[in-house]
């Protein structure tokens, strides 16, 4: 019944459902993540993310093994993981130590950086347009300075910001790679690959879980892949510039289960700075869509 529901809906109405359960799996993800995050040292939750996604992609790398281990550029699928890695971590990171809707809402700038890399490594005209919203983007993440008022002090907000850095340079990467790899091969090989690399730094500083602990770190690769996969979907059948919004239902996902759950109340400061951010980023995504629609997805960034 509700297969043919959603069947009867128009591509963009159907993407944007999609997509609104990406944001709700990786909310609930970053739920998990503050619940262990001090407890459990973020190298050993990065580990858990990535080893428990490879094994919920193993039933595809089994059905098309040449398609998911075969790659021409290594080099490249090495640097891809390397800055996944460190965007994963910083990402954790924040979502440790600051409010929900705080981390979010700096994980939601990657797309201010887009304009001025895009011009430096893919030869894009930085654009008149472009920059005033890059600018308006970056006054947003001051306006959340303010830790008293559930904001970022000046260290986290650096490292959300780094974070946000890596995922765009991941963006430039991907670009590259969909020209010659299929994208089952860059989202396998980038999960093998930062599952070895992060593992001797898990190794460093291991902390035993209890059982509920355990169960906790599992969920992480899985809702994580569910994800991936919901927010895969959703850009398979929906127009980017018409879904895209969607999205940002994350920070109010986010908001919501860090007031239920964590008794996180963001100041007013933050949400200034989130609409500043969501105004300035939905500007520079729509206008990257009217002149590159071949942009990555999303879904394939981390």
């Known amino acids: 019944m509700m297969i043919a529901k959603l069947a009867s809906l128009s591509p963009n109405q159907q993407g944007a459902l999609w997509l609104l359960g990406a944001s709700l799996a990786f909310a609930a993800m970053n739920g998990v993540i503050k619940l262990l995050g001090s407890d459990i040292p973020t190298s050993q939750l990065v580990l858990f993310r990535c080893f428990f996604g490879l094994v919920a992609l193993s039933p595809f790398i089994l059905a098309n093994p040449r398609q998911a281990l075969f790659v ?42 887009m304009p001025i890399l895009a011009a430096l490594f893919l030869g894009e005209g930085f654009r008149m347009g472009r920059g005033l919203a890059t600018l308006a983007g970056f006054l947003g993440v001051l306006a959340m300075l303010d830790p008293q008022e559930g904001g970022a002090d000046p260290l986290s907000l650096g490292i959300g910001l780094a974070g946000a850095f890596c995922v765009a340079l991941v963006m430039i990467v991907i670009k590259k790679l969909t020209l010659s790899e299929q994208p089952l091969a860059v989202l396998v090989w980038f999960t093998l690959l930062s599952t070895l690399g992060v593992a001797p730094f898990a190794a460093l500083v291991w902390v035993t879980p209890n059982l509920a602990q355990l169960g906790l770190l599992v969920s992480l ?56 951010i969501v105004a300035s980023t939905l500007y520079i995504t729509w206008h990257e869509r009217q002149t590159a629609p071949s942009r990555p997805l999303p879904g394939d960034l981390l």
């Open 72 to 113: 021409s550029r290594p080099w490249l699928h090495v640097l891809r993981a390397l800055l996944g890695v460190a965007a994963m971590s910083a990402n954790f990171w924040c979502v440790a130590t600051l409010p929900l809707a705080t981390a979010t809402s700096l994980f939601f700038t990657k797309p201010l950086f």
């Open 221 to 276: 690769g899985f809702i994580g892949s569910l994800g991936q996969y919901l927010l895969i979907r959703a850009y398979r059948v929906g127009e980017a510039s018409a879904i895209t919004p969607v999205d940002y239902t994350q920070l109010l996902f986010a908001a919501l289960i860090g007031a239920l759950f964590f008794a996180e109340l963001p100041g007013w400061q933050v949400w200034l700075g989130t609409f500043i």
